[in-house]
Nanobody, 125 residues
Framework: QVQLVESGGGLVQAGGSLRLSCAASGRTFSSGAMGWFRQAPGKEREFVAA????????YYADSVKGRFTISRDNAKKAVVLQMNSLKPEDTAVYYC??????????????????WGQGTQVTVSS
């Protein structure tokens, strides 16, 4: 059974940094991708960033470009989301997601096959 294990998150002041990590247990996604979505209170879940294991390409939401960086950790079979210059509007539960293919749009939730439990990120002003 595939499990996505998330770590990181927490409370930080505006302008600070946090690092999220997501490791897949049970298998790899060498032909697919892994990414992050987030959901703020009262809002829909939205795409944040994704990494294609197949091509090495990265994808970002406009709201995080230049501030967030997604990368891979080959040893841990994980993806890491480095979040810098955090803003209060980045406050949300962040969910790791994984998929077996890369043919369909990265920013669409329904294109992901597996989901983590979520980790809280809170940015204070």
């Amino acid at each position: 059974q595939v499990q996505l294990v998330e770590s990181g998150g927490g409370l930080v002041q505006a302008g600070g940094s946090l690092r999220l990590s997501c490791a897949a247990s049970g298998r790899t996604f060498s032909s697919g991708a892994m990414g992050w979505f987030r959901q703020a209170p009262g809002k829909e879940r939205e795409f944040v960033a994704a990494f294609s294991w197949k091509s090495g390409m990265t994808y970002y939401a406009d709201s995080v470009k230049g501030r967030f960086t997604i990368s891979r950790d080959n040893a841990k079979k994980a993806v890491v989301l480095q979040m810098n210059s955090l803003k209060p509007e980045d406050t949300a539960v962040y969910y790791c997601a994984a998929r077996d293919t890369t043919a369909r749009p990265m920013a669409t939730m329904s294109n992901y096959d597996y989901w983590g439990q979520g980790t809280q990120v809170t940015v204070s002003s």
